[in-house]
């Protein structure tokens, strides 16, 4: 490729990312925090990219000989860079239902803060933390495999009927608050349908999200089973209000705890379709 | 023409890519190829009038998540990628060769060393450090120094360090283990280089041009702009197998290792190389994996920013085929080894 089209090229790779950028698309790709830094590289690359293509057309013979022997000018990998371009004109999609079968897995949680002020901070054999077994605070003489149980603290639910809760915060709750604050209350959580998978026999769905930590090469799936027949079909982003069932989510079903539903609706796709 | 050319710049003789002769004589040079940007330009007309059909085509099972998830890694990587150039560019245009070998030391003891703590320096993960590694060696600074700051820049600057000590907040020593394990594979890959090396395996593709012709910042600028256009077109490549590999990998390997630490430390290697995360992301990654001990963990975090699937695309693209498939395997056995020493001192077995 020579050094025109190559200018070109990454004047227009760096339009391609302004545009990704300012109309928000960028955060079906990479996580939303990322914007400043691809609006700077962007407009970086297209100031870089024109003035290239001004020194690239500009007839000037001194320039030609200083940039003699200079192999990048043509380079053939840069034709690979059509690539993304071509791909960029597709749109693809945010993840949806075929990345939470293929990234689904366990969803018990280990590693996380500790509370100073919590009950029980000690970890478990498997250095992680007890499930809510639904019989409310786990006693804190438990010890398994010679280490004490732990289980977690979490802020009191926000005020309100039905407050919003995140997909995953929903999941960490009815796996680990030991005073049930989602099997005792009704909240509201944000997913899309997705079929049960080979984890749960009956006919049930998912209310399913990804996330990620930065971009979509790293999503992972949180998932919430409901028993029925999906009232939409799959890949809808839906709101529903819910209350988990406790002690639902066990090794056996990869800790996807089981929710009742009260009430559910269609809505659209939350601009950040990526939850963390 | 006077060249600078430092100790590995060794492609005298070797034909360049376009056939064109080395060293770079004019009249050679001057010839016009026309349908360069014409058959830019159809491919591209082609891709918007086809994008319907096609798009149609990728709607089946996983056609699309790859298509999103090379999306992803391209764009991710991007800034990173743009920094580096900068700072490739900026070395190329304002940097005497006589400052930097005067800043590194002659002796490779001391040099590689050096050279590995310079990586805390730079925060950016590790497809920008491909370029500067590559301009470094082109100014002169003894390869195996420029590869220890290769290995160190991506896996202990602050942004990283700062995000795994986020990610693993239940147990700290995971950033201090990184920062351990991470120098060591860098400064143990700079010096066995410095030993085993030879420098016709490394073809910097990455050569600065001539200096005082022309201004400095006409200079900084192709410099950028073919930098970036190597680079990221290996980055390409390597977001293509990284994304394959993403779909391709079922994910539950990684729930059914168990707690065996040798099955897990292999396993997580693996991981890291076929996964090819950005260094900045794959703690979080880590800490989500609950059935991994912490030793297997640890060698993803070390492994992943040292070797990846992308970055032996964009290493291969930069500092020649050759050098990545000498360079790729060291850095994996490296890293896979004191990646376990580091995790079984901190954590036992």
């Known amino acids: 490729m020579d050094r025109l089209t190559q200018s070109i090229l990454v004047a227009l790779i760096g339009g391609a990312l302004v545009a990704l950028t300012v109309s928000g698309r960028f955060a079906l790709y990479v996580k939303s925090g990322f914007g400043p830094l691809l609006l700077a590289a962007g407009i970086t690359l297209m100031l870089v990219g024109i003035a290239c293509v001004v020194l690239a057309v500009r007839p000037e013979p001194v320039e030609h000989r200083r940039h003699a022997g200079h192999d990048h000018d043509r380079s053939k990998a840069a034709w690979l860079l059509v690539l993304p371009v071509l791909a960029l004109l597709l749109a693809p999609p945010a993840l949806g239902t075929d990345a939470v079968a293929r990234t689904a897995g366990s969803q018990a949680m280990a590693g996380a803060p500790p509370d100073p002020n919590g009950p029980d901070q000690i970890v478990t054999g498997d250095g992680g933390y007890k499930p809510n077994d639904g019989l409310g605070a786990a006693p804190s003489e438990t010890v398994v495999d010679g280490q004490q149980v732990r289980t977690m603290a979490f802020p009191p639910l926000p005020a309100g009927k039905n407050p919003d809760v995140s997909l995953s915060e929903f999941v960490q709750r009815a796996l680990y608050d030991p005073t049930g604050s989602v099997t005792t209350r009704t909240v509201t959580i944000t997913g899309f349908i997705a079929p049960a998978g080979k984890t749960f026999s009956d006919d049930g769905y998912l209310i399913a999200q990804l996330i990620i930590s930065c971009c979509a090469a790293d999503a992972r799936a949180i998932r919430v089973h409901v028993d029925g027949a999906a009232p939409f079909p799959e890949g809808t982003w839906v709101t529903a209000v819910v209350t988990a069932y406790p002690g639902s989510g066990t090794a056996a079903n990869e800790y996807v705890p089981t929710a009742a539903i009260a009430s559910i609706t269609r809505r659209a796709q939350p601009d950040d379709p990526y939850g963390r | ?349």
């Open chain 2, 1 to 349: 023409m006077r060249w600078h050319h430092g100790p590995v710049t060794v492609d005298a003789g070797v034909p360049t890519p376009t056939g064109a002769p080395p060293g770079g004589r004019a009249p050679a040079r001057r010839r016009y190829r026309p349908g360069s940007t014409e058959i830019f330009g159809l491919i591209l007309l082609a891709g918007v009038a086809l994008r319907g059909p096609i798009s149609d085509l990728l709607k089946p099972g996983g056609a699309e998540t790859w298509l999103t998830i090379f999306v992803a890694v391209n764009v991710q990587a991007l800034p990173f990628l743009v920094f580096g150039v900068i700072v490739s560019g900026a070395i190329a245009a304002y940097v005497p060769p006589s400052f930097l070998s005067r800043m590194v030391p002659d002796r490779p003891l001391v040099a590689v060393p050096l050279a590995g703590v310079c990586g805390v320096a730079l925060p950016g993960c590790e497809c920008g450090s491909v370029p500067i590694a590559g301009r470094l060696m082109d100014r002169g600074v003894r390869p195996s120094a420029a590869l220890a700051f290769l290995l160190s820049a991506p896996a202990i600057n602050p942004v990283v360090l700062v995000a795994t000590a986020v990610a693993f907040q239940a147990d700290l020593r995971m950033a201090w283990a990184r920062l351990v394990a991470g120098l060591a594979t860098a400064v143990l890959v700079g010096l066995i280089w410095e030993r085993l090396g030879r420098p016709e395996w490394l073809r910097p593709r990455v050569r600065s041009a001539p200096e005082q012709e022309g201004p400095r910042w006409q200079t900084f600028l192709s410099a950028m702009r073919g930098d970036f256009a190597q680079a990221a077109g290996f980055l390409v490549i390597g977001a293509g197998s990284a994304a394959t590999l993403n779909v391709v990998v079922p994910h539950s390997w990684m729930q059914h290792v168990g707690s065996s630490i040798l099955l897990s430390v292999l396993l997580m290697a693996l991981l890291a190389f076929v996964m090819a995360l950005c260094s900045e992301a794959d703690a979080f990654v880590a800490a989500s994996l609950s059935t991994i001990p912490m030793v297997g963990k640890l060698v993803f975090l070390t492994v992943g920013p040292a070797v990846d699937v992308k970055l032996v695309a964009m290493q291969a693209g930069i500092l020649g085929r050759r050098f990545a498939a000498r360079f790729a395997p060291l850095t994996f056995v490296v890293a896979l080894v004191v990646g376990t020493g580091v995790g079984l001192a901190f954590w036992g077995w």
